[in-house]
């Protein structure tokens, strides 16, 4: 279960619940277009703090140079009987579409 939270700083914040109710906080990245659905690059959004015990005090919301590690995850875009975006995971053919436009993106940009 997704849904958009709200723009802060032009980043757009997914809420996600997992099975177990847990709920994780996302920056959607970016969109990869891919055989005319889109998927975004979701990237755990950790606020202040992180897991790793780094104090981020300085208010860069995790994205410093510390060796904490960013859970990614690439998740299908699609619209829900509300008309609304919701993130389903892509099954492994779809997500390995994605992974190879998403390196060739890579590619291109160097």
Partial sequence: MSKREELFDDDVLIEMTDE???VFYYVEEMIIP???ENFALLVEYKGDDCDCGHDHECGCGGECDCDCEDDVIIAKIVINADG???F???T???FEKVQAAYEKLLDEEE
């Fill in 88 to 90: 389903i995971e892509p």
């Fill in 34 to 36: 891919v055989d005319g």
């Fill in 20 to 22: 177990d109710g847990n």
């Fill in 84 to 86: 609304e975006e919701e």
């Fill in 92 to 94: 492994d053919e779809e």
